[in-house]
T-cell receptor, first 113, second 112 residues
Framework: AQTIHQWPVAEIKAVGSPLSLGCTIK??????LYWYWQATGGTLQQLFY??????VESVVQLNLSASRPKDDQFILSTEKLLLSHSGFYLC????????????FGPGTRLLVL | GEKVEQHESTLSVREGDSAVINCTYT??????FPWYKQEAGKSLHFVID?????DRKQSQRLTVLLDKKAKRFSLHITATQPEDSAIYFC???????????FGTGTSLLVDP
């Protein structure tokens, strides 16, 4: 069975500090991987997707970047956090075709002060 | 780009009644429509989906209807239970990409 882990579970960070969030999927080779952001009480915004190692596509610019260093790992980062980065970050995976069901990880809650 | 509008921001029903959540989309190229459930403080859980080659799909107490002409799709929940209480998100995706656009969510409350 596939499992998806996200780390850390929650973070409190200062404005201007760097950030790195991680996502690992086990039990599925060469998945598509996705990053989403959800503002408190808001809808979900897709940030990035990746269909293979080393290849990441940006969907929306939020002063964030993403990398896929391994087949099962997806990293979201920024060098300088903004207050507007607060929210719930979700990683998701799907099979190798577009339009396949996306399954979400448990998420990371981020508060920027 | 695609815009998905979710018409009911809140919906309150009595246990055992039916609930209907409606969404509309703008991109005629959209052909995949999933629904997700989010319980308080938790991540998204996949519920059901429909593709544009059919206009109806049922899974137990859940039915999704798709009207391509009106660019509208809806989630029908029958015999609601208190554990159905959650925020439900609709989404749409086009045939050519990996981008999923979400609606704003409907908070469903099932009163026991």
């Amino acid at each position: 069975a596939q499992t998806i882990h996200q780390w850390p579970v929650a973070e409190i960070k200062a404005v201007g500090s760097p950030l790195s969030l991680g996502c690992t999927i086990k039990g599925k080779s060469s998945p598509n991987l996705y990053w989403y952001w959800q503002a408190t009480g808001g809808t979900l915004q897709q940030l990035f997707y990746s269909i293979t190692v080393g290849q990441v596509e940006s969907v929306v610019q939020l002063n964030l970047s993403a990398s896929r260093p391994k087949d099962d790992q997806f990293i979201l980062s920024t060098e300088k956090l903004l207050l507007s980065h607060s929210g719930f970050y979700l990683c998701a995976w799907s099979l190798t075709r577009g339009q396949d069901t996306q399954y979400f990880g448990p998420g990371t809650r981020l508060l920027v002060l | 780009g695609e815009k998905v509008e979710q018409h009911e921001s809140t919906l309150s029903v009595r246990e055992g009644d039916s609930a209907v959540i409606n969404c509309t989309y703008t991109d005629t190229a959209s052909s995949y429509f999933p629904w997700y459930k989010q319980e308080a403080g938790k991540s998204l859980h996949f519920v059901i989906d429909i593709r544009s080659n059919v206009d109806r799909k049922q899974s137990q107490r859940l039915t999704v209807l798709l009207d391509k002409k009106a660019k509208r799709f809806s989630l029908h929940i029958t015999a609601t239970q208190p554990e159905d209480s959650a925020i439900y998100f609709c989404a749409a995706s086009s045939n050519m990409g990996y981008k999923l656009t979400f609606g704003t969510g409907t908070s469903l409350l099932v009163d026991p």
